[in-house]
């Protein structure tokens, strides 16, 4: 199946900085990608959708300022996270795909906590 | 919209049993893809299998099986001769079309007793 990168695997940051993270597409070109938040042991829920070019689309209750998401190219999509507080701290996933793909693939998460 | 339900938070099977795990989905349209996902423990989604609704038949991938219930929206997971590797969280995921969002059921945690 194709490959979706992200990075950093882990970060730790204080509380009122800013923290990027990217996802990558390594052999396929990502129309399409996906960020979801994970807390323990709950689902993913799906925070917003971008599309290479066009600004994303977030899902209800997410704050726009606070997770920008920015898809520049085919194989790169950033989600920064603003003034970051303990409460933004969960695992962050992407997932990506083009138009000819009927499912997406996912990178291996981003743990994100703050202090 | 759309919904998809897991009845079983939990469950547990005997090494080399077979288990069943229970989804059901809320649609209005005919035709969408539906997923079954593993999280094991290093939290990377892995796809087990895919069902088109268009088609009839049961995908099948290995030890892995569905039973689609189109007219029920039900879409069950079957996994055979269970194996410590299947020890994992297992989401049923719904997608509209190959355009649209997926989207995930809560999850059931799988552990394979040996």
């Known amino acids: 199946g194709a490959v979706v990168s992200q990075h950093p695997s882990w970060v730790i940051c204080k509380s009122g900085t800013s923290v990027k993270i990217e996802c990558r597409s390594l052999?396929?070109?990502?129309?399409?990608m996906f960020w979801y938040r994970q807390f323990p042991k709950q689902s993913l829920m799906l925070m917003a959708t971008s599309n290479e070019g066009s600004k994303a689309t977030y899902e209800q209750g997410v704050e726009k300022d606070k997770f920008l998401i920015n898809h520049a190219s085919l194989t790169l999509s950033t989600l920064t996270v603003t003034s970051a507080h303990p409460e933004d701290s969960s695992f962050y996933i992407c997932?990506?795909?083009?138009?000819?793909?009927?499912?997406?693939?996912f990178g291996p998460g981003t743990r994100l906590t703050v202090l | 919209a759309q919904t998809v339900t897991q009845s079983q938070p939990e469950m547990s099977v005997q090494e080399a049993e077979t288990v069943t795990l229970s989804c059901t989905y809320d649609?209005?349209?005919?035709?969408?893809?539906l997923f079954w996902y593993k999280q094991p423990p290093s939290r990377q989604m892995i796809l087990v299998i895919r069902q088109e609704a268009y088609k009839q038949q049961n995908a099948t991938e290995n030890r892995f099986s569905v039973n689609f219930q189109k007219a029920a929206k039900s879409f069950s997971l079957k996994i055979s001769d269970s194996q410590l590797g299947d020890t994992a969280m297992y989401f049923c995921?719904?997608?509209?079309?190959?355009?649209?969002?997926?989207?995930f059921g809560p999850g059931t945690s799988l552990s394979v007793i040996p």
């Open positions: 995921a719904f997608m509209r079309t190959s355009y649209d969002k997926v989207i």
């Open positions: 997932s990506a795909r083009d138009r000819s793909m009927s499912e997406q693939f």
């Open positions: 052999d396929f070109q990502a129309t399409t």
């Open positions: 649609t209005s349209e005919n035709n969408y893809y």
